[in-house]
């Protein structure tokens, strides 16, 4: 058994987001082995019975509220440029944290400080520097390569000026990750895709060697958690085969302040769905996530479309979804939504970039599509093909119930901190 340091930027718990969901269960499992101090940052909307529920799972739980403002904006551009940092980064300086990690290493000894997201990077250094006596081995969980998600959002953005700072802030990352790839002992990521693209930051003769301290392991879940509310309520529709489901409803259920998600839901409500409304002018497109900004708000004023922000049980909207999209066209790492529609027993479809680094059957478990035409076809044949839409609800679920249980997934971790401890 092992003293565990365990840093999130972001507390997790509820289960309401990818990178929730991924902390989540790992200090479920490793909390089996070890000993688990939790730091997190919080928010004005983290609940002090969410603070109570991980404290069910660690030793300790210390929370520590994020400042956000303009003026830590404006001074996180300054010193971002001033110094090469990305910006994202140097926004989340906080001296409090700063002393807090101090303190904590001063007064006991961690064997291990478990870095969670790029954004708890510099802070897992900064614990395992000051802490007393033996140097704790370090462990950074990447979640995504974040500098190919910055290119991306480069790519993609149509102002000028917020090309030049994306793409400013994708080479920042570059060099932060590769930092932070050279210090930690040990890094975890979601898919082979990040590995690679990480690694791909090195000049080749160090690629082999830094290889070794890669070890992929995906985003899991917990079925048993999650009935198939989809599945169970789905009944074949009363219609005449391939014609289409009368009044159907289409669900997209995301964090709506995540720019990949505003920019795929903006495509498909501009792009895609007047294609679908060609054929089915009485379809409803669903938008549910927490924060939707003023443009994705907008769409609620056109034909049947719903903007609902965050709603505490998304139940009814899964009772009603005859499809559901993930429409991404920028993004890194994996999308753990695609597992939650999975394990509702809905029926997808997604980009190819929006189903990245998972692993799946397109046609079996998920339909994949690219160009507004192709995406639009898909859409339609899950709204006309009852037998189709069943088989897909049906195989999602079984598939994410094989492939995707953190039980049996995380006992990769297992061997990474027993590596790990058996270096100290």
Not at 89 to 95: A, C, H, K
Not at 115 to 125: F, H, W
Not at 358 to 363: M, Q
């Amino acid at each position: 058994m092992a003293r565990i340091l365990f840093l999130t930027q972001v507390l997790p718990y509820p289960l309401n987001a990818g990178p929730k969901i991924r902390a989540y269960h790992m200090l479920r499992h490793l909390g089996q082995r070890h000993e688990l101090t939790l730091v997190s940052f919080v928010r004005h909307d983290d609940t002090p019975e969410a603070i109570e529920h991980l404290r069910g799972l660690c030793e300790a739980v210390w929370p520590l509220p994020i400042k956000r403002s303009l003026w830590l904006n404006a001074r996180a551009g300054v010193k971002g440029l001033s110094t090469g940092l990305p910006m994202v980064i140097v926004r989340d300086e906080m001296p409090e944290m700063i002393s807090l990690l101090r303190r904590l290493t001063s007064e006991r000894a961690y064997q291990v400080v478990h870095a969670d997201q790029t954004s708890m990077a510099g802070y897992g250094q900064l614990a395992a520097g000051a802490a007393t006596g033996i140097r704790p081995r370090t462990l950074l969980d990447q979640h995504n390569a974040v500098h190919v998600l910055a290119e991306r959002m480069a790519r993609d953005q149509g102002q000028p000026w917020l090309r030049y700072i994306m793409s400013r802030e994708a080479r920042a990352f570059a060099r932060f990750e590769s930092a932070m790839c050279h210090a930690y002992d040990a890094i975890l990521t979601v898919t082979h895709e990040d590995q690679e693209r990480l690694l791909d930051l090195f000049p080749s003769y160090q690629q082999a060697s830094l290889a070794r301290k890669f070890t992929v392991v995906p985003i899991s879940v917990d079925p048993a958690q999650t009935p198939a509310i989809g599945l169970d309520r789905h009944r074949p529709h009363n219609h005449a085969p391939s014609t289409l489901v009368p009044n159907p409803t289409i669900l997209h259920m995301g964090t709506m302040f995540w720019p990949p998600n505003v920019q795929g839901v903006m495509w498909f409500a501009t792009e895609v769905l007047p294609l679908i409304r060609r054929n089915c002018p009485t379809v409803r497109f669903q938008i549910v996530g927490k924060n939707p900004p003023p443009e994705i708000q907008a769409l609620a004023a056109g034909p049947g479309i719903e903007v609902s922000g965050y709603v505490e049980d998304p139940t009814p909207y899964i009772e009603a979804a005859d499809a559901f999209v993930v429409p991404l066209h920028a993004g890194s790492g994996m999308r753990v939504k695609i597992l939650d529609v999975w394990l509702w027993g809905l029926p997808i479809v997604a980009t190819t970039l929006g189903a990245e680094g998972i692993d799946l059957r397109p046609g079996s478990n998920i339909l994949l599509a690219d160009r507004p035409q192709d995406f639009a076809a898909a859409t339609l044949r899950l709204l006309s093909d009852d037998n189709l839409n069943h088989n897909l609800r049906a195989q999602g679920r079984a598939w994410v119930e094989a492939h995707y249980s953190y039980q049996v997934v995380y006992a990769a971790v297992d061997r990474v901190y027993d590596k790990l401890l058996a270096a100290t």
